[in-house]
């Protein structure tokens, strides 16, 4: 069957550690991977994008990557904050059919001072 | 611009009553989505649009209706309300280019309770 799967485990890291959150998927095609923030009582907020046929993406403090062969993307926070502290949802959409995203439950992110 | 707006906020229905959560965007943005979110479940896909006058279901879109008359204005319509569509809904819109579309962006969301 098809999953998409973050831990569901919350992840409680201190300030300045840089913080480690997977996505793994099985039985997709993946055009591309998009990770999300969300605040409690918000919607989610797009923060970076990666291709099938890219490795890594980094904008400022945030990286991803896209392993094809593991199925699985890493998203890191390097220098973490308190104000990183939200839930952090995948996203993917299959090739062929990327009208719609394919969405993982989350993981909550506590960053303590 | 505005972004992703929707009305109400709050919403408690009865068993049984119908109501129209409204979305718009202002980003002339030609993708339209509405999700639920249960606590605990994720996003769950309700109908999505691919432009003015064409909708299509996505994962749970029994007991809603859906309709696009303009690029603007996406309307959820839920009758006869169930005990089940409590939830937060949530509305997004994206922009679709070559290659597929990229990142969607949110409504702030309603909460409905049906009691």
């Known amino acids: 069957s098809q999953k998409i799967e973050q831990n569901s485990e919350a992840l409680n890291i201190q300030e300045g550690k840089t913080a480690t959150l997977t996505c793994n998927y099985t039985?997709?095609?993946?055009?591309?991977l998009q990770w999300y923030r969300q605040d409690p009582g918000r919607g989610p907020v797009f923060l970076l994008l990666?291709?099938?046929n890219e490795k890594e993406k980094r904008k400022e403090r945030l990286k991803v990557t896209f392993d094809t062969t593991l199925k699985q993307s890493l998203f890191h926070i390097t220098a973490s904050q308190p104000a990183d502290s939200a839930t952090y949802l995948c996203?993917?959409?299959?090739?062929?059919?990327?009208?719609?995203?394919?969405w993982g439950l989350g993981t909550s992110l506590a960053v303590n001072p | 611009n505005a972004g992703v707006t929707q009305t109400p906020k709050f919403r408690i229905l009865k068993i049984g009553q119908s109501m129209t959560l409204q979305c718009t965007q202002d980003m002339n943005h030609n993708y339209m989505y509405w999700y639920r979110q249960d606590p605990g479940m994720g996003l769950k896909l309700i109908y999505y649009?691919?432009?003015?006058?064409?909708?299509d279901k996505g994962e749970v879109p029994n007991g809603y209706n859906v309709s696009r008359s303009t690029t603007e204005d996406f309307p959820l319509r839920l009758e006869l309300a169930a005990p089940s569509q409590t939830s937060v809904y949530f509305c997004?819109?994206?922009?679709?280019?070559?290659?597929?579309?990229?990142?969607?962006?949110f409504g702030p969301g309603t909460r409905l309770t049906v009691t």
């Open positions: 990666i291709r099938e």
């Open positions: 996203a993917l959409a299959n090739a062929g059919n990327n009208r719609k995203l394919i």
């Open positions: 997004a819109s994206s922009y679709s280019r070559q290659g597929g579309n990229y990142e969607q962006y």
């Open positions: 039985n997709y095609s993946p055009a591309y």
């Open positions: 649009s691919v432009g003015a006058g064409i909708t």
